[in-house]
């Protein structure tokens, strides 16, 4: 995919989502491997 800047704000959004994909990822594998680390 060629990157064409067309707004200032656009690297903000996508920046954006990818912190939050990252923070979903990390939550998940919380969530399946907490009651595995608390035992």
Do not use: F, K
Request: proline share 5%; charged share 10%; no cysteine.
């Amino acid at each position: 995919m060629i990157y064409q800047p067309r707004e200032e704000g656009q690297g903000l959004v996508e920046y954006a989502l990818i912190l939050v994909l990252v923070a979903v990822v990390v939550i998940v594998i919380l969530a399946l491997l907490g009651p595995a680390i608390g035992n």
